[in-house]
C-alpha cells in the first residue's frame, strides 16, 4: 500500500533500487563536451574538473570551499538553513536573475555559468557587515545563529531583486526559512524595517515620533529593544557585482556538458535534439531540473540513477506562450515564473478568464518555501505523479493540455483521469519527456476554485487538496460541466467521476448541495488503514471543501446573473466568510520593560538589552559550530547502523557487502568497546552499541567508519541486521495494559481527597493526552574526537549541553579515568533540552571509533536519524477526577500521569516528578493527591525538553478546570482567577509561595490585552459567522526553579585577569543560543566594574571548569552567574590594596601593580543554591529556591470547516524578577511561547502500530513557521518585582513561559465550543493536545462529519497510533 499523505519521505527499507542502467564508466555519449564546471562564488571563479554529480552545492561550499556559514539543517529544502543566492543572467530578458536556492538539494553540476552568494559573500565583522546581517543581530532576530545566514541569504536575495519589498514580500520570502528559538517576531520586525510599507516601526527610526522610541506613560517602562538610528541604510550599489564573463557566457550558443561520478553522469544536453536522443538511448534516465523531488529521493529512499539528464538550458522547455485559448509554459518553467506569469496575465486580462489562472495562484501561495518554487519545475511537478501534488489536481479539473514528445515525435494528452494509471506512474512512454502544458483560460459561466488543507498553513505538503471546475448553461444556474479533482484520497490524484456525473443538469441549489455531499460521501472513501491516517478528516475535507467551492460560486453566479437581471439566491450573511481565502496581516508587535533605574553607570550593562554576543558572527557566518571545525588530514567520518525492529533479538549482523563498499575502514560493534558498554544518566540502563537485543526502532547496533561521509552513510545502510522479532510495547495505553512501568511510582498527597469529594457539589472525571515533540534544534547532534596519543588522552568537540556527562560517559566507554577526556563546547546550533543526556549515544560512539582507529573522526547526524534515535519531549496521558462546587471553587482532586519513557529511564524520573510538582498549575485545591508512571516502551527513550514535565503536568490542570467551568456553565477566566493562589498559600508538596506575583500578572494582562472589550467582540463575531468562530482564553503559569535533583545545583568558575587588563570568564554552563554567555559577561561587568568590552568566554570546557552540572532547568545564569560573580568577587578582594593605594589609576594599572606583585590575577568561583531538599516520602523539604511567574491571553479564530486557525493576538506578561537582560529574556519569553505553540498547536509525532517513527524531518514534522505568529503580540515583563534569590535581583526565564502557549490551545477550544453550540452540543468535550487542523475539524461536530462516520477501533490496523 503507498502512502497517499506524504509518500516522499517513506524509508522501510535499506535496499537500493537501482535502475537497468549501465555503468557511469562505460557511458558515452558520443559527441565532444565541456567537461569543466564554471561558476563563480561570491566572485571567486571555480572551474571544476571532477564535478561529481551526487554532490550537492552545499557539500561541496563547506567541504571544497571551506565556506561553513551556510549550513546544515534538514537536507531536504524544509529548513532554508542552507539558503545562499545563485544569478544567472537571462539573455532573452537581458537581464540578471537572482533566486534563493536551497544549497542542500541543487546538485553542484546544475550551477554552470551561475555565481553564488553565501553569507560569508556580502559581508563580515572582520570588514563590514550587510545592513541585512546588521539588523537581523541588533534587532536580537539571532539566539543560537543556526538559522540566521539562511534567514539572511533570504532577505538580501529579496532586497537584490527589490530594494524596496513590501511587508508582504517580506513575508512571502521567509516562507521556506524556520527558526526554532526566536519565535520569528525581532526577526519580522528588523526586517520590516527594508519595507516601503513598514509604517512605524518602519524605515523611520528615531524621527516621526517612532512607536519604539515611546515611553510608556508610566515612566520607567521602556519599549525600545535596539535603536534603528544605528542600522546602516541599504545602499544597493554596494553589492558585489555579477561576473561580466557570465553575462557573457550566457549569450553564446549552449554547449553539451557532461560529468561522470562514481555511481552517476550528469549530461546537459544543448538541444532538444539531443535530449530526445539521449532519452531514447536511455529511457530511464531521470531528468533533473529543479532536483526537489529526485534528490529527496537518491537522499532519504536510497534511489540510484545512474543517468542524470538536465534540460535546464533548452529553450522549448523554457517557453512561454500566450495562446488563443490560454498560456502555454515550457515544462522546465520554474513555479516562480508561473506565478510571475500569471500574476502579470490576470491584471491584463477579463476578470471571467482568470479563474483558473487565479486558483494556481492560490496553490502557489501555499506550495513550499520560496526557495523551491525558485527552481521547482512545473514538469517536474507533473511528472512525480504525487498524490498530494498541489498542481496535478488544478491542472486536471481545469483540462490542461499536455504536449509530450520523444525522438518518434510530439503528441497532446489532456490531463484527465487517463493520466496517472498508477502510483507515480504517468501516462508517458519511458522514451517520452513533457515538453509543455497549456493552461486554459475560463469562459464567462464558468467558476473555478483550488483548495489546499495541510497541517501547518505555510510550506508543507497537502493532506487533501483540490480543483474544482463548473461551467453553467449560459445565463442559468444549471451545471453543464463539472470536474471535482482530489489529491490525497488515493494512490493518484483522482476525479471525483460519479458525484459529478450525477449532478450534471442540475440547478446550482442547496438540493444539489446536499446531493453533492452524500454522493461525494461515497465516492471519496478510504481504507481504514490508509496510510498518511487522518482518515475521517481527509474524507470529511472533500465534502467541506466542495461547501466552500458551493458557497464561493453561488456568491459569484447570484453577482453575475444579477448583472443580467437574474436573480438567484445568495449566500446567507453568515456563511459568506466560509469562502473567503486564509488571510492573516502582518504581525504588529510590543514589548516592554523596566528601564535601568535613573543614575546607572552608562557602563553598568546589567538590565540594558545589549546584543547576543555573537550574534554578528552568527549573522555572518563566521560562529563556528561543532561540524564547521575544518577537517583534520587524517580524519574519518562515522555513520550509525540503527535497529528497524522496535523489540527484537539480533541473531546477526551481516556488514560484508558494507565493507566492500568504497571507503570503508571499519564496523563497529560492541565487541570494540574496550570499557563498559553499560551507559545512561540516572542509571546506566543503556548500551553504547546494541548487544543481543534491540528495545526500539533507532536503537544504535553498531557504526560505520569510512573516507567521506556519503561512503559511510551508503555503507551503513547496507549492513543487514536478522532479527528474533519480539512483541513491542508502542503506546501509553498498551504499557497500561501490560503493566509495564519503570520504578518507582510517584505519588504527592496533601488534605482528604474522601473528605473532599464529599464536600464537593458536583464530581466530573476526564482525560486528556499531550503529544510529545521533536526538539527540532536546527543543529542536529555533531561530535568529533581527536585521539591524542599519549595516555589514553582524547579531546572532543560536541555539541551538547552536558560537558561533564560526556566526558564520564566517554571514559566509562573506553574504560580510562575522566582525566583523560576533555570536552569542549564552543556552542550550539539550538538544543532545548536534546542535547541534555541524549547528544552522548553520539559522543561515545565517535569516541570509541576515534579510539579503536587512532585518528580523528566525526559524524553529524543528518536530521532523519537525528529525530529517529535521539527521542523527544515525554507523551503524557493525565486521567483526573476532580470535585468543585456550583461556584466553580474546586475542591478535591486525583489526577494520574503516564508518561511514555521510551526503552530506558534517562531523566524520566525528573521529568514525571516535576510533572507531579506542577500538577495544580496556580490553582490552590484542598485535597489533592497526584501518582504518576513512567512507562516501558519499545520508543526511543524521551528525554528532557524546555519544561521538562511542567507543561504536561500543568496541561491536565488546564483540562480539569475548563471541565469544571463548563460543567458548571461559567466562563473559565471566572473559574480560574476565583481558584487562585494567593501570597503566603501551600502548594500540595508544602512550599509556602513567597513575593507571589500571579495576581499582579493576571490584572496586568487583562488590562493589556483588553480582555472584556475582547470577549464581547467575540460573541458579536461568533453570532454573525456559521463556519467561523472566535475564541479566548487566559491562562497563568507557575514554575518552579532549581533542579530537582539537589546535587546538581552547583555550579562552578574561572576567572582569568591578563596583565594588558582583558578578562577571559569560564564557568559551567553551555551556550546553545539562550543568551547565557551575554548575561555571563555582564554579570563579570558589573560586578568588576569594568567595560563589557574587556571581557571574553571562548568556551566551556571540561579542564576549565570540572564537574558541571548540565546547562538545563532554567537556572544556568542563577548557578554560574553567582559562580562567576563569587570569582570576580575574590579578585577584587585582591585588586583592592592597589585600588585604595592608587585611587585615580585605572583598572589596567591596579591589575598591573598587582602581577608585579606576584598576585595570582585568577580565581575560581563556587555556589550552591541554598536551603534545598524535598522528600516524597514525608512530603517535606523544599524543591524549589523559587517560583516564576506568567499569564498569557490569546485570541484566535478557526475555520470550522477545514480546521485551520489563526493566532489573532497574545498579551504575555511575564516575572523575570530584575532583567538582566531585557533584549535576551523577551527573546526567551517569545521564543519559548512559540515552541509551546507547537507543542499545543502543531507538532505531531506519528508512530506506527510497530513502533517506527513517521515523521522525520520537516516535511512531515510541522514546527511553527513565520506566519504563526499571532498578528497582534505583546511582551510585558512585569515591573518591580526583584527576586532576592537570584543574582542581581533576576529570575530564570528560559522554560517558564513555555506553558503560557496553552493559552492558545484553550482558546481553541472555546471557538470550538462555540461551533458545537451551533450544532447542540453543550458541555465538557475531550480534546488532545496537539489541536492539530485535523482534530479542531472533528472536534467541531456538524453534519457533514456526521457523513463520514469513523471507522470501528479494532476493526482495523490503523498507519498511526497515539503513543
Ligand atoms: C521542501 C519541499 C516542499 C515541497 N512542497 C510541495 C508542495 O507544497 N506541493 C507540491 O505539490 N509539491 C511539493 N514538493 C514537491 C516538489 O517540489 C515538486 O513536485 C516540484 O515541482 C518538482 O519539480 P523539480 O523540478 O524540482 O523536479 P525534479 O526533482 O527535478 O524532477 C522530478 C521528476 O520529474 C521528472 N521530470 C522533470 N521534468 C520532466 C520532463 N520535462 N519530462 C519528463 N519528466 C520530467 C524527473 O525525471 C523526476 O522524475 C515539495 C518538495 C520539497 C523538497
Ligand atoms: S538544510 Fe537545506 S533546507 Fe534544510
Ligand atoms: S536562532 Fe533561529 S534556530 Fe536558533
Not at 542542500?104 to 541585512?132: D, F, K, M, N, R
Not at 458525484?499 to 453533492?516: D, F, Q, Y
Not at 487562585?980 to 494582562?1005: A, K, M, V
Request: aromatic letters at 8%; charged letters at 20%; glycine letters at 8%.
Amino acid at each position: 500500500m503507498v502512502n497517499c499523505l506524504n509518500p516522499q519521505y517513506m524509508i522501510s527499507t535499506y535496499t537500493v533500487i537501482k535502475q537497468e542502467m549501465p555503468d557511469p564508466a562505460n557511458i558515452d555519449i558520443g559527441v565532444s563536451m565541456e567537461g569543466e564546471l564554471l561558476f563563480f562564488v561570491n566572485g571567486k571563479k571555480i572551474v571544476e574538473r571532477n564535478a561529481e554529480p551526487e554532490m550537492t552545492l552545499l557539500t561541496y561550499l563547506r567541504t571544497k570551499l571551506g565556506l561553513t556559514g551556510t549550513k546544515l539543517g534538514c537536507a531536504e529544502g524544509g529548513c532554508g538553513a542552507c539558503t545562499v543566492m545563485i544569478s544567472r543572467f537571462n539573455p532573452h530578458l537581458n537581464r540578471i536573475l537572482h533566486h534563493a536556492v536551497n544549497a542542500c538539494l541543487a546538485p553542484v553540476c546544475s550551477l554552470h555559468h551561475s555565481a553564488v552568494t553565501t553569507v560569508e559573500g556580502i559581508g563580515s565583522v572582520a570588514t563590514q557587515v550587510h545592513p541585512v546581517q546588521e539588523r537581523i543581530a541588533k534587532v536580537h532576530g539571532s539566539q543560537c545563529g543556526f538559522c540566521t545566514p539562511g534567514i539572511v541569504m533570504s532577505m538580501y536575495a529579496l532586497l537584490r531583486n527589490r530594494p524596496q519589498p513590501s511587508k508582504l514580500d517580506i513575508e512571502e520570502a521567509f516562507q521556506g526559512n524556520l527558526c526554532r528559538c526566536t519565535g520569528y517576531r525581532p526577526i519580522l520586525e528588523g526586517y520590516k524595517t527594508f519595507a516601503i510599507d513598514g509604517g512605524c516601526c518602519g524605515r523611520k527610526g528615531k524621527e516621526n515620533d517612532c512607536c519604539m522610541n515611546r515611553e510608556a506613560k508610566d515612566g520607567g517602562s521602556v519599549s525600545q529593544l535596539y535603536d534603528p538610528s544605528e542600522f546602516k541604510p541599504l545602499d544597493p550599489t554596494q553589492e558585489v557585482i555579477f561576473p561580466p564573463e557570465l553575462s557573457r557566457l550566457a549569450k553564446q550558443e549552449n554547449k553539451k556538458l557532461q560529468f561522470k561520478g562514481e555511481r552517476v553522469v550528469w549530461i546537459q544536453p544543448s538541444c532538444l535534439t539531443e535530449l530526445l536522443d539521449l532519452k531514447a538511448k536511455y529511457p530511464e534516465a531521470k531528468l533533473v531540473v529543479g532536483n526537489t523531488e529526485v534528490g529527496i529521493e537518491m537522499k532519504f529512499k536510497n534511489m540510484l540513477y545512474p543517468v542524470i539528464l538536465a534540460p535546464a538550458v533548452i529553450p522549448e522547455l523554457t517557453v512561454v506562450q500566450h495562446t488563443r485559448n490560454g498560456i502555454l509554459f515550457g515544462a522546465a518553467c520554474t513555479l516562480t515564473q508561473l506565478e510571475e506569469v500569471l500574476r502579470s496575465s490576470v491584471d491584463d486580462l477579463l476578470p471571467y478568464q482568470t479563474e483558473v489562472l487565479h486558483a494556481i495562484l492560490e496553490q502557489l501561495r501555499w506550495f513550499a518555501g520560496r526557495q523551491i518554487r525558485n527552481v521547482a519545475a512545473i514538469g517536474g511537478n507533473i511528472m512525480t505523479a504525487s498524490p498530494i501534488s498541489d498542481l496535478s489536481p488544478v491542472f486536471m479539473a481545469a483540462g490542461c493540455k499536455l504536449t509530450v514528445v520523444s525522438k518518434g515525435g510530439k503528441r497532446v494528452l489532456q490531463m484527465d483521469d487517463q493520466f496517472f494509471p498508477r502510483y507515480r506512474k504517468t501516462a508517458l512512454k519511458p522514451e517520452e519527456i513533457l515538453l509543455s502544458i497549456e493552461i486554459p483560460y475560463t469562459r464567462k459561466g464558468q467558476y473555478f476554485s483550488a483548495f489546499k488543507q495541510s497541517l501547518r498553513r505555510e510550506d508543507d505538503i497537502a493532506i487533501v487538496t483540490c480543483g474544482m471546475n463548473v461551467i453553467f448553461e449560459e445565463e442559468t444556474n444549471t451545471v453543464r460541466h463539472l470536474q471535482l479533482s482530489y489529491g490525497g484520497m488515493a494512490p493518484t490524484t483522482i476525479l471525483a467521476k460519479e458525484t459529478c456525473k450525477m449532478l450534471i443538469g442540475r440547478k446550482w441549489n442547496e438540493n444539489l448541495l446536499e446531493e453533492a455531499c452524500s454522493l461525494l460521501s461515497k465516492e471519496m472513501t478510504l481504507d481504514p488503514s490508509a496510510p498518511g491516517g487522518s482518515v475521517t478528516y481527509r474524507r470529511t475535507l472533500t465534502i467541506s471543501l466542495f461547501f466552500k467551492f458551493f458557497l464561493t460560486v453561488q456568491r459569484k453566479l447570484a453577482g453575475d446573473l444579477k448583472g443580467q437581471g437574474i436573480i438567484l439566491e445568495d449566500v446567507r450573511p453568515d456563511y459568506v466568510s466560509a469562502t473567503e481565502l486564509f488571510h492573516k496581516e502582518f504581525p504588529s508587535c510590543s514589548q516592554v520593560y523596566q528601564a535601568v533605574p535613573p543614575g546607572q553607570n552608562e557602563e553598568d550593562v546589567v538590565g540594558r538589552p545589549i546584543m547576543h554576543l555573537s550574534a554578528l558572527k552568527q549573522a555572518t557566518g563566521e560562529a563556528v559550530y561543532c561540524d564547521d571545525i575544518p577537517h583534520y588530514k587524517n580524519e574519518l567520518f562515522l555513520a550509525l547502523v540503527t535497529s528497524t525492529t522496535a523489540h527484537g533479538q539480533i541473531l546477526s549482523i551481516d556488514s560484508e557487502e558494507a565493507m566492500s563498499s568504497p571507503g570503508v575502514v571499519t564496523f563497529l560493534t560492541a565487541k570494540d568497546i574496550p570499557g563498559s558498554n553499560l551507559t545512561g544518566h540516572a542509571v546506566y540502563d543503556e548500551t553504547v552499541l546494541a548487544d543481543g537485543m534491540v528495545t526500539c526502532v533507532g536503537h544504535i547496533v553498531g557504526a560505520i567508519v569510512a573516507d567521506t561521509q556519503a561512503h559511510a552513510q551508503r555503507a551503513a545502510k547496507s549492513v543487514k541486521i536478522f532479527y528474533k522479532e519480539l512483541k513491542p510495547i508502542v503506546t501509553i495505553q498498551e504499557a497500561i495494559e501490560c503493566k509495564s512501568f519503570y520504578q518507582p511510582v510517584r505519588s504527592i498527597k496533601k488534605g482528604n481527597l474522601k473528605e473532599g469529594f464529599k464536600e464537593a457539589d458536583l464530581i466530573l472525571e476526564g482525560e486528556i493526552h499531550i503529544g510529545g515533540q521533536e526538539h527540532f534544534y536546527l543543529e542536529a547532534n555533531c561530535s568529533l574526537a581527536l585521539p591524542r596519543g599519549e595516555d589514553g588522552e582524547m579531546e572532543l568537540f560536541v555539541s551538547t549541553q552536558s560537558a561533564t556527562k560526556t566526558q564520564q560517559l566517554v571514559a566509562k566507554v573506553l574504560g580510562v579515568p575522566a582525566n583523560r577526556i576533555v570536552c569542549r563546547v564552543k556552542r550550539m546550533g539550538g538544543s532545548f533540552g536534546g542535547k541534555e543526556s541524549r547528544s552522548t549515544l553520539l559522543s561515545t560512539v565517535v569516541a570509541l571509533a576515534a579510539h579503536k582507529l587512532k585518528t580523528p573522526v566525526r559524524c553529524m547526524l543528518d536530521r532523519d536519524e537525528d529525530m529517529l534515535i535521539t527521542g523527544g519531549r515525554h507523551p503524557f496521558l493525565g486521567r483526573y477526577k476532580v470535585g468543585f462546587m456550583k461556584t466553580g471553587k474546586v475542591i478535591a482532586l486525583e489526577v494520574t500521569y503516564y508518561c511514555n519513557a521510551g526503552n530506558s529511564t534517562d531523566l524520566s524520573l525528573s521529568i514525571l516528578e516535576r510533572a507531579l510538582f506542577h500538577m495544580e498549575n496556580c490553582y490552590n485545591i484542598p485535597h489533592i493527591h497526584g501518582t504518576g508512571y513512567m512507562c516501558r516502551t519499545n520508543l526511543p527513550s524521551n528525554t528532557a525538553f524546555r519544561g521538562f514535565g511542567g507543561p504536561q503536568g500543568m496541561m491536565v490542570a488546564e483540562s480539569w478546570i475548563c471541565d469544571v467551568a463548563m460543567a458548571c456553565g461559567l466562563p473559565a477566566e471566572e473559574v480560574r482567577k476565583l481558584n487562585l493562589y494567593e501570597e503566603g498559600d501551600l502548594t500540595p508538596f508544602n512550599q509556602h509561595l513567597e513575593q507571589f506575583t500571579i495576581s499582579r500578572c493576571w490584572e496586568e494582562c487583562l488590562v493589556l490585552a483588553k480582555y472584556h472589550c475582547r470577549r464581547t467582540q467575540i460573541e458579536q463575531f461568533n453570532r454573525q459567522h456559521r463556519w467561523k468562530k472566535r475564541g479566548i482564553s487566559v491562562i497563568p503559569t507557575k514554575f518552579g526553579i532549581s533542579f530537582t535533583a539537589i546535587f546538581l545545583n552547583q555550579a562552578g568558575a574561572l576567572v582569568h585577569i591578563y596583565t594588558d587588563g582583558s578578562v577571559l570568564v569560564t564557568h559551567g554552563g553551555t551556550e546553545m543560543g539562550q543568551g547565557l554567555h551575554t548575561k555571563i559577561v555582564q554579570v563579570a561587568s558589573r560586578a568588576l566594574g569594568i567595560p563589557d568590552s574587556m571581557i571574553h568566554i571562548t568556551e566551556t570546557s571540561t579542564n576549565t571548569v570540572p564537574n558541571t552540572s548540565p546547562t538545563a532547568a532554567s537556572v544556568s545564569s542563577d548557578l554560574n552567574g553567582m559562580a562567576i560573580y563569587n570569582a570576580c568577587q575574590t579578585l577584587i578582594q585582591r585588586l583592592e590594596p592597589y585600588r585604595t593605594k592608587n585611587p585615580q589609576g585605572t583598572w589596567k594599572d591596579w591589575v598591573t601593580a598587582a602581577y608585579l606583585d606576584r598576585v595570582n590575577l585568577s580565581a575560581n568561583g563556587f555556589y550552591k543554591t541554598p536551603d534545598l531538599g524535598y522528600n516524597f516520602e514525608t512530603n517535606q523539604g523544599r524543591p524549589f529556591n523559587y517560583f516564576s511567574y506568567g499569564v498569557a491571553c490569546s485570541e484566535v479564530e478557526i475555520d470550522c470547516l477545514t480546521g485551520d486557525h489563526k493566532n489573532l493576538h497574545t498579551t504575555i506578561v511575564m516575572d523575570v524578577g530584575k532583567s538582566l537582560n531585557p533584549a535576551i529574556d523577551i527573546g526567551q519569553v517569545e521564543g519559548a511561547f512559540m515552541q509551546g505553540v507547537g507543542l499545543f498547536t502543531l507538532e505531531e509525532l506519528r508512530y506506527s502500530p510497530q513502533g517506527i517513527l513517521l515523521t522525520r524531518g520537516p516535511g512531515m514534522y510541522k514546527i511553527p513557521a513565520f506566519s504563526d505568529i499571532p498578528t497582534e503580540f505583546k511582551v510585558s515583563l512585569l515591573r518591580d518585582a526583584p527576586n532576592e534569590k537570584a543574582i542581581f535581583s533576576s529570575k530564570a526565564v528560559g522554560e517558564p513561559p513555555l506553558f503560557l502557549a496553552a493559552s492558545v490551545f484553550y482558546a481553541i477550544k472555546d471557538a470550538i465550543t462555540a461551533a458545537r453550540a451551533e450544532s447542540g452540543l453543550n458541555g465538557p468535550f475531550r480534546l488532545d493536545s496537539p489541536a492539530s487542523a485535523e482534530r479542531i475539524r472533528v472536534a467541531c461536530e456538524d453534519k457533514f462529519i456526521k457523513m463520514c462516520p469513523p471507522p470501528e477501533a479494532g476493526t482495523f490496523r490503523p498507519w498511526a497510533v497515539q503513543v
